[in-house]
């Protein structure tokens, strides 16, 4: 099926450090999501955004919603150990699809 | 809240065998679940879409009568994965869509991890 082109891959930051990841998509989506996965879990909400240009935090994490409807990133500052896991981005279309298209995952490793 | 939960979290069961994995959306109803599989490495990959009160909604190359879905309540989808051979061996999660007045969220479970030996 359709995917999201996510980058990095994988990022390996000191503690401390800042962090970026973007998802970008040839398609428009009405809803991006940002979840975060630990080893053996099942994804965790970290931030839903709703409306094109929107900017929203939660604690350290940041992400917005691309003004073309196409594209997302998530900033984390001041990273963590406990900041380590695999992020995904999601996109959802509009209407009654509910269906979420998924980027390959950024994998995170902080460095105490 | 939003919570999710499944059961098993993980599962063994000989080649041949059925075996069932139940999705609870604990505090909120939710019509519609999903039903994802994940290989180690690899992003979430939809298997179907799982209606309160009607048939699944299977993606393309996901055999329905190998992948059974039961949604009887707004709280409970179950997966029964029949005749369960090795290549079966997966990481299994399933999400609940969370419907607000405006907006819409996914819930993800925690995962079963099935080994078919």
């Known amino acids: 099926g359709q995917q999201l082109n996510q980058s990095p891959q994988s990022m390996f930051i000191q503690e401390g450090e800042d962090v970026s990841m973007n998802c970008t998509s040839s398609?428009?989506?009405?809803?991006w999501l940002w979840y975060k996965q630990d080893p053996g879990e099942g994804p965790v909400l970290l931030i839903a955004?709703?409306?094109?240009?929107e900017l929203t935090s939660n604690g350290r994490l940041t992400a917005q919603f691309g003004i073309t409807r196409k594209d997302s990133f998530l900033n984390i500052s001041a990273s963590i150990p406990s900041d380590v896991g695999i992020y995904f981005c999601?996109?959802?279309?509009?209407?009654?699809?509910?269906?979420?298209?998924f980027g390959k995952g950024t994998l995170l490793t902080v460095n105490p | 809240g939003a919570v999710v939960s499944q059961h098993p979290s993980w599962v063994i069961c000989k080649s041949g065998t059925s075996v069932k994995i139940e999705c609870r959306s604990l505090d909120f109803q939710a019509t519609t679940m999903f039903w994802y599989r994940q290989f180690p490495k690899q992003s979430l990959m939809l298997m179907a879409t799982s209606n309160e009160g009607s048939k699944a909604t299977y993606e393309q190359g996901v055999e329905k009568d190998k992948f059974l879905i039961n949604h009887a309540s707004l709280t409970l989808s179950t997966l029964t994965v029949t005749s369960a051979h090795p290549e079966d061996s997966s990481f299994y999660i399933c999400?609940?869509?969370?419907?607000?007045?405006?907006?819409?969220?996914?819930?993800f479970g925690p995962g079963t991890r099935l080994t078919v030996l």
């Open positions: 955004l709703y409306k094109a240009g």
């Open positions: 999400s609940a869509l969370k419907v607000g007045r405006y907006t819409d969220t996914q819930y």
């Open positions: 999601a996109g959802r279309g509009g209407g009654s699809n509910y269906k979420l298209t």
């Open positions: 398609s428009i989506f009405n809803t």
